[in-house]
């Protein structure tokens, strides 16, 4: 995971962004690039 971490900060750094700076959308593009999926939540 702090591999993932790292890697979120270094594609960041490449926009020139920070965290609080890119919209829902753009993380979770970065984020996917890095190999993290979103999961839904489970249902009862």
Known sequence: MTEKAIKINEKLADRGKRLEDVS????DDIAQAVG???REPERN
């Open 36 to 38: 993290l999926r979103r």
């Open 24 to 27: 829902h959308e753009e993380f």
